[in-house]
């Protein structure tokens, strides 16, 4: 929540919060996809900006964050398998960093992963961005390492998955079995 000074004289005033306003979740299908483009644009660079916006028009579903009409944050998420559920990319947009968006967005993904009768959900980050793993770790995932059991065996291995979620050298995979 935002503050705002109720005396607008410019003394210290105590302030009371502003109420947020509401942000809706919606599925973007087809060329909706589109707008999801400059939420994408802004959270990555490089190789990840082309991959996101290329798996932007293939992927599963497509779920936005809309504020006034525009979109400003977006999850890009895969069924790699009946039961596997992939968050590939959570973005959002700059100006609406740190409002709890991507948070909301992977709660909304692991929901939906649910729904659709999905036993594991996986996502990846460079294993630099501190941030990311965070939230993912917040919401009960975990590092998956590569000898690890397959997530029908009991662990959380992505045997046979990993090509398929396209990582690269130093990123981190994290599971959760949902």
Do not use: C
Not at 14 to 42: F, H, M, N, S
Not at 92 to 109: S, V
Request: without cysteine; negative net charge.
């Amino acid at each position: 929540m935002a503050e705002e000074d109720l005396a607008g004289d410019g003394r210290e005033r105590p302030r009371v919060p502003r109420p947020t306003p509401a942000v809706e979740l919606i599925d973007l299908t087809g060329d909706d996809r589109e707008r999801a483009v400059p939420a994408l644009k802004d959270g990555f660079e490089g190789i990840y900006r082309w991959h996101a916006k290329r798996t932007l028009r293939s992927a599963t579903w497509v779920r936005a964050a809309i504020l006034h009409d525009e979109v400003v944050a977006v999850s890009v998420l895969e069924r790699l398998d009946p039961e596997v559920g992939y968050v590939y990319y959570l973005s959002t947009a700059q100006t609406h960093r740190r409002e709890g968006l991507g948070g909301l967005l992977l709660d909304d993904a692991l929901a939906l992963f649910r729904r659709e009768h999905a036993v594991v959900a996986y996502g990846a980050a460079e294993e630099d961005n501190a941030a990311s793993i965070a939230l993912f770790r917040t919401r009960g995932f975990r590092t998956v390492e590569r000898k690890e059991l397959g997530y029908r065996e009991g662990g959380l291995g992505a045997w046979g998955l990993r090509s398929r979620m396209t990582l690269v050298g130093g990123e981190v995979l994290l599971g959760l079995r949902l």
